[in-house]
Structures are given as C-alpha cells and as structure tokens.
C-alpha cells in the first residue's frame, strides 16, 4: 500500500527521499463499506490516499438529505482543501462504499506543505482545481440523460458500488429522474438489438 503512495509522489516531482520521508508518516487503515473517515463538522486531523477501493463525500442538511459532492477511488488524494484554507471543520461526510485500503497523513504535513508553498501542495491544489472546472463544466453543458450518460461510460467500475440515490445526487437530479433515464436507455439498447 505504501509503495502505491510512494509511486504516487515522485510522479509530482518528489525526490525518492523526500517520498520515503511522506511515506513513512502514512498510517495505514483497512476498512469495511460504510466506514466514516470524517463527520460533517469534525476537524479534520488527517488527509487520505485512497490505496484501493471507493469513497464518497457527501452534504448533510438538517432535514436528512444527503448531496453528493464527489466520488474517490484508488490511486487518489481526499483533501478537504476549504477547511484547510479557512482552518475550520469539514463542510462534508466522508465514508467508504467499498472495503477500502487508505493510508491516512497528518494534516500538519499539508499544512506545512501550504505554508512554505511547496510545488506538492500546488500540485494537488491544481490538481483537485482541475476535477472542480471538469465537475463544473460537467453540470453546466450536459442534460441530466448526457450527465448520466457519461459518468456510466467513464466510471463503469462505480455504478455497481454506489446506490442510485447517491448517483442521482451527483448527477444534479432525483433518483425518479434517474430511474427514468435508465429504463429509457434500456428501452433504447432493447429497439436497437
């Protein structure tokens, strides 16, 4: 699992020492589906490299609801950069929906990383920038059918690990809505065979 991070790092320019230094301070976590890594609210003492399995971010508001904000899997950095910056508590859940294998890192480690303006820490910013216009640029464009469209064609492995009302959030839609777009795309699929 640490060779995964390691692996990770010097691909943004760490030298193999300085990765070696990072890897070390990782606390490895196996854990099951459903795992709460950080609650709404909570101040947050760790960022996450996601080893393998799939997590989801998600807003909770008082009256139960649940919007999805994003979807991780294997190979990638969870950093809730707006309680970093504002040095407040994280707007969003954070939970595993698969069994997953993460290596968790202080959150003292970016923090110092931001303070001394590490090119690491701009990497990961600007790479956590580019899925935000990439996700922004996703809603705007695209009709819910072409929303679900695309993310079912780009991210087969996560429609069996995550529930159609978790989707239909992400998508910006109801999962009725959802609903109705699947048996309309199945009924396509049917008329074209």
């Known amino acids: 699992m640490k060779a995964a991070l390691h692996h990770f790092l010097l691909q943004f320019g760490l030298s193999d020492e300085d990765a070696q230094a990072v ?12 795992h709460i890594l950080i609650h709404q609210g909570q101040t947050a003492e760790h960022f996450y490299f996601l080893a393998e399995g ?10 139960g609801r649940a919007f999805s904000k994003e ?6 950095t969870i950093i809730g950069f707006e309680a970093l910056t504002t040095h407040g508590h994280s707007p969003f859940l954070l939970e595993t929906l698969a ?18 303006q590490h090119p ?9 920038l580019t899925f935000k216009e990439n996700k922004e640029r ?14 079912a064609s780009n991210f087969a492995q996560l429609d069996v690990q995550i529930t159609d009302k978790q989707l239909a959030s992400y998508l910006g839609i109801t999962a009725t809505s959802l609903s109705r777009i699947k048996a309309r795309q199945d009924e396509d699929k049917g008329l074209k065979k």
């Not at 890897?23 to 459903?34: H, K, M, V, W």
């Not at 979807?71 to 990638?76: A, D, L, M």
């Not at 290596?103 to 923090?111: G, K, M, Q, V």
């Open 120 to 128: 690491l820490y701009t990497a990961l910013l600007e790479r956590q």
């Open 54 to 63: 799939v997590c989801h971010a998600c807003y909770l508001t008082e009256e």
């Open 71 to 76: 979807f991780y899997w294997e190979q990638e």
């Open 23 to 34: 890897t070390a301070q990782a606390t490895p976590l196996e854990l099951p589906t459903r």
């Open 99 to 116: 069994a997953s294998r993460i290596l968790a890192l202080p959150i003292r480690l970016l923090e110092q990383w931001r303070t001394q």
């Open 138 to 151: 996703f809603m705007l464009m695209y009709s819910p059918e072409e929303r679900y469209r695309l993310f």
